[in-house]
């Protein structure tokens, strides 16, 4: 927006990632961010106009929780946002024909006498740039930092937190109300309805599982089997109804899915240097706060550059 020439590189093979959706034969599935909340005046303004675009529309599930395994409705008031149609959509937009580079997994970052180079893993390089931003989990920002080893040394104190997803397909739908489910006391902590969101393919009954941290910590080397069956038994205890075998199963570990602790950073940067750190761990741990994060990054990036 600001007229400055960018260059996107990702490892992943398409935008989004922990908003990412995953493609698969009984319909797209989010497995990371579910929804999102806005509560910042300038990021309510983003998603008003994102909802405006047809980018987004608000999510209103039948919303349960479950306390010691005590199911019981949770209606709230609390507006929850999701990309149409699927969570990914939103970044594909957001995107738009910024030049990006996928599959390309960034492995070093160094300045040379007045430029930044990246090199990948592939051992290309890639440049020159005048500033850099780095917007990755801030484990894997630490890697990335070592031109500024006092922002290297900040970035490593923010540790992050794994989690389990698993997606359980049914092609006769099971016997429940619930759409979306907020749990404690339970391996899982969060569960949800694909077909409650808009715009979703309503062919086969999907579900989406999250283990809670504690759980995914504890379980983090499990093959990938042993994860679906475990959950999937927590699943139908917390439901109460009978769950079976799933049509379609996949596991999904995410090794750094939130931060451990909460910080007000905004964002980090060596303004000098031209580099920049952003990410939702800057904040709150949510699609709202790598937002602002990355808002702020943008913001001191420019301030520098006038
Ligand atoms: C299971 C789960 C559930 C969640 N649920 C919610 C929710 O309901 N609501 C909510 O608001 N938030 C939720 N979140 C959090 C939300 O997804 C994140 O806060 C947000 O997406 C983070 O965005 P980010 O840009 O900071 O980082 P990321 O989304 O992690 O983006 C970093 C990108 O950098 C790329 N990358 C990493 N290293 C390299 C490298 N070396 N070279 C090149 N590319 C690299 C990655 O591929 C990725 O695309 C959830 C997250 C998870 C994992
Ligand atoms: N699994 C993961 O890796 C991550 C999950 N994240 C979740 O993303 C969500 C985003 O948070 P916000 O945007 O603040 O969303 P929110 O306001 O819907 O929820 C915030 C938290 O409040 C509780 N809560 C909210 N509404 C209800 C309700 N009706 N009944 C019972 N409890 C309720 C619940 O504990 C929830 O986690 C939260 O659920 C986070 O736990 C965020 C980051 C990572």
């Known amino acids: 927006a600001a007229g ?23 319909g797209d599935l989010d497995l990371g961010a579910q929804y999102f909340t806005a509560r910042d005046r300038h990021f309510v303004e983003a998603v008003r106009q994102w909802q405006e675009n047809g980018w ?24 929850r946002f999701v990309g149409v149609p699927r969570m990914s959509a939103l970044t594909r937009q957001l995107l738009g024909d910024l030049p990006a580079t996928f599959a390309c997994r960034i492995t070093e970052v160094f300045r040379g ?17 005048s500033k850099v931003v ?17 922002l290297a040394s900040a970035v490593a104190s923010a540790t992050m937190e794994p989690v389990w997803a698993v997606a359980l397909s049914f092609a006769r739908a099971l016997d429940t109300p619930v759409e979306g489910c907020f749990v404690q006391d339970s391996p899982l902590d969060w569960l949800a309805r694909n077909r409650s969101k808009p715009g979703r393919a309503v062919g086969m009954d999907s579900w989406v599982l999250h283990a809670s941290s504690a759980w995914s910590r504890q379980h983090l080397d499990l093959p990938r089997e042993a994860v679906i ?22 596991a999904h570990r995410w090794l750094y899915a939130r931060p451990a602790q909460g910080h007000q950073w905004g964002a980090l940067a060596d303004a000098d240097l031209g580099l920049y750190v952003c990410g939702d761990w800057c904040l709150s741990g949510r699609v709202e706060g790598a937002w602002l994060s990355g808002q702020e990054a943008a913001r001191r990036l420019l301030e520098h550059a006038a």
């Open 113 to 129: 006498e007045r430029h930044w180079h990246l090199v990948d893993a592939d051992g290309q390089s890639h440049g020159p740039f």
């Open 229 to 250: 069956e475990q959950l999937r038994c927590a699943f139908a205890e917390l439901l109460g109804c009978a769950v079976p075998e799933a049509d379609f199963a996949l």
């Open 4 to 26: 400055l020439n960018v260059q996107l590189f990702d490892k992943s093979r398409g935008s989004g990632g922990r908003m990412s959706s995953k493609r698969c034969d009984v």
């Open 134 to 150: 780095v917007a990755v989990p801030a484990p894997q920002a630490v890697a990335l930092l070592s031109a500024a080893p006092k």
């Open 56 to 79: 987004l529309a608000e999510w209103k599930p039948a919303l349960y929780q479950s306390q010691g395994g005590q199911l019981s409705l949770s209606p709230d008031t609390q507006q």
